[in-house]
T-cell receptor, first 116, second 112 residues
Framework: DADVTQTPRNRITKTGKRIMLECSQT?????MYWYRQDPGLGLQLIYY???????NKGEISDGYSVSRQAQAKFSLSLESAIPNQTALYFC???????????????FGEGSRLTVL | AQSVTQLDSQVPVFEEAPVELRCNYS??????LFWYVQYPNQGLQLLLK??????LVKGINGFEAEFKKSETSFHLTKPSAHMSDAAEYFC??????????FGTGTRLLVSP
């Protein structure tokens, strides 16, 4: 079983719908992240959380919200999806030393979202 | 602010040919540098990292990278490409403030 699990892996939805992408991890890491990947743009940080009570905006948080339900769970929501939110979304985790100081993020397999 | 430039969006090579994927960074402070690899339909995984010490860093699957501060570069190399190396490779930089900045990625295409 994967250490970082994302659901759903694929989702097609319509403009204006609310969407939630879920992430759960068994690595025991405190820090969790949501990234968005677009072709030719690399990865952009949406939100990150250093523990259950700590939520921070990333580079491109507009139109997104998150919830850290437990140490192991971090959800990303699109309250009203729009077509330019069509992308591949990744959840990642790290230890306190990782994520920047040592650079080791552990990624899920991604959730591909298409907004029509 | 930090930034990473991967000028090549695609690099085609033949099997057993050498590989070089280029990465240049910009930062006003000391940096940590990383290469990640993404195989089809998978998430990213760490290939190698430079934190301090020896500027030549060895990673998994025979890859290595050299940190050249004077050239602000961290190019990824491998002496001989395998078909299994076909993937997308991302360079990333951090100044230690706990957030990575990723480049736009380079797709390595390997032909027999």
């Amino acid at each position: 079983d994967a250490d970082v699990t994302q659901t759903p892996r694929n989702r097609i939805t319509k403009t204006g719908k609310r969407i939630m992408l879920e992430c759960s991890q068994t690595k025991g890491h405190d820090r969790m992240y949501w990234y968005r990947q677009d072709p030719g743009l690399g990865l952009q940080l949406i939100y990150y959380s250093f523990d259950v009570k700590d939520i921070n905006k990333g580079e491109i948080s507009d139109g997104y919200s998150v919830s850290r339900q437990a140490q192991a769970k971090f959800s990303l929501s699109l309250e009203s999806a729009i077509p330019n939110q069509t992308a591949l979304y990744f959840c990642a985790t790290s230890t306190p030393e990782g994520g920047g100081n040592t650079g080791e993020l552990f990624f899920g397999e991604g959730s591909r979202l298409t907004v029509l | 602010a930090q930034s990473v430039t991967q000028l090549d969006s695609q690099v085609p090579v033949f099997e057993e040919a050498p590989v070089e994927l280029r990465c240049n960074y910009s930062s006003s402070v000391s940096v940590y540098l990383f290469w990640y690899v993404q195989y089809p339909n998978q998430g990213l995984q760490l290939l190698l990292k430079y934190l301090s010490g020896s500027t030549l860093v060895k990673g998994i699957n025979g890859f290595e990278a050299e940190f050249k501060k004077s050239e602000t570069s961290f190019h990824l190399t491998k002496p001989s490409a395998h078909m299994s190396d076909a993937a997308e490779y991302f360079c990333a930089v951090s100044s230690g403030f706990q957030k990575l900045v990723f480049g736009t990625g380079t797709r390595l295409l390997v032909s027999p």
